[in-house]
């Protein structure tokens, strides 16, 4: 079992930054992938970035080269560094970690970041 909480979202001006952080308590040690998804009203959940336990990252064309995702050394807490952003970006962030063990993903309960223009 694995528990997600996110925390750091909030209302930003458009070309400011903003720093989400998922602190992942439980057995982490399973967990082979985690990542960041967001989900805007009326759309669906989509991708914005991920990291692998080996340090591999993918990211959105849509956030790509602003936003930065990382993880600490401890494995138990995760980062998105979103900078320059745009009004586009606002949506629900959820922090996603996949479990080897089960083959399945653990989800936070998400938060908002609304930016404004």
């Known amino acids: 079992q694995v528990q997600l909480v996110e925390s750091g979202g909030g209302l930003v001006q458009g070309g400011g930054s903003l720093r989400l952080s998922c602190a992942a308590s439980?057995?982490?040690?399973?967990?082979?992938?985690m990542g960041w998804y967001r989900q805007a009203p009326g759309k669906q959940r989509e991708l914005v970035a991920t990291?692998?336990?080996?340090?591999?990252?993918t990211y959105a064309n849509s956030v790509k080269d602003r936003f930065t995702i990382s993880r600490d050394s401890g494995k138990s807490t995760m980062y998105l560094q979103m900078n320059s952003v745009k009004p586009e970006d606002t949506a629900v962030y959820y922090c996603?970690?996949?479990?080897?063990?089960?083959?399945?993903?653990?989800w936070g309960q998400g938060t908002q970041v609304t930016v404004s223009s």
């Open positions: 439980g057995s982490i040690f399973s967990i082979n992938l």
């Open positions: 990291i692998s336990s080996g340090g591999a990252i």
């Open positions: 996603a970690a996949f479990i080897t063990q089960n083959g399945k993903w653990s």
